[in-house]
């Protein structure tokens, strides 16, 4: 029993022994990484702070020669690329100009077509014209021609007309009586009209117009 006790205590006598260090050891690290952190921050202020001085020493010690050839560069800078800008201007410039020329020379390439068609057109409509009007005059003179030819037949007839007139008896017209209507038709004659010629018992010829008179084809009564 004694035995049991003492183990008991020596392993807790171990335990407590061994928290102890431990606890001992962890306040150890905690406190060495907070000293680093600290010697960590002060050492980037510091490097902040030299590399400042730094850039204010070098500024302090730029001559005013150093001073123009900066600027100098800077102007040279900006002068090369305004150059470059115009030239890009021009070349954009001289391009325009090509394209507006090219469709200015086919615009008036397209317009002399046009106009050469136009004058085609109308030289040929002229030819037409002039071929009709050749046509024109033909047919007025073949028109006059033929015009005279029959104003000189007409007077032919005329003078044929006026001397069968001269030759020919003067037709006589009575009133047709009921028996006038029944004499024999001669159906190789017809009046001028269109009307039947009858034969009278003498042999006379004669028609009946729509008068109701009797006319006669010759001097003898029939």
Do not use: H, W
């Amino acid at each position: 029993m004694k035995k049991n006790l003492l183990i008991v205590c020596f392993t807790l006598g171990l335990l407590v022994a061994f928290n102890g260090m431990a606890q001992d050891d962890k306040a150890s690290k905690s406190k060495a990484k907070k000293e680093m952190t600290d010697a960590d921050k002060a050492a980037k202020d510091q490097a902040k702070a030299d590399k400042k001085a730094a850039k204010e020493a070098k500024k302090d010690a730029m001559t005013d020669a150093d001073k123009a050839a900066k600027d100098q560069a800077k102007a040279d800078k900006k002068a090369a690329k305004d150059a470059a800008k115009a030239a890009k201007t021009d070349a954009k410039g001289t391009a325009d100009a090509t394209t507006d020329a090219a469709k200015k020379a086919a615009m008036d390439e397209k317009m002399a077509k046009v106009r050469a068609a136009k004058e085609a057109k109308k030289e040929g409509k002229e030819a037409v014209d002039k071929g009709a009007a050749t046509a024109d005059a033909k047919m007025d003179k073949a028109a006059k021609k033929a015009d005279k030819a029959a104003d000189n037949a007409g007077l032919k007839d005329d003078k044929m007309s006026k001397t069968a007139k001269a030759s020919t008896p003067a037709v006589k017209e009575e009133k047709a009586t009921p028996a006038d209507y029944k004499a024999p038709v001669d159906p190789s004659k017809k009046g001028p009209n269109g009307e039947k010629v009858m034969t009278g018992p003498r042999g006379g010829k004669y028609y009946i117009n729509k008068n109701g008179n009797k006319t006669y084809l010759s001097s003898i009564k029939g």
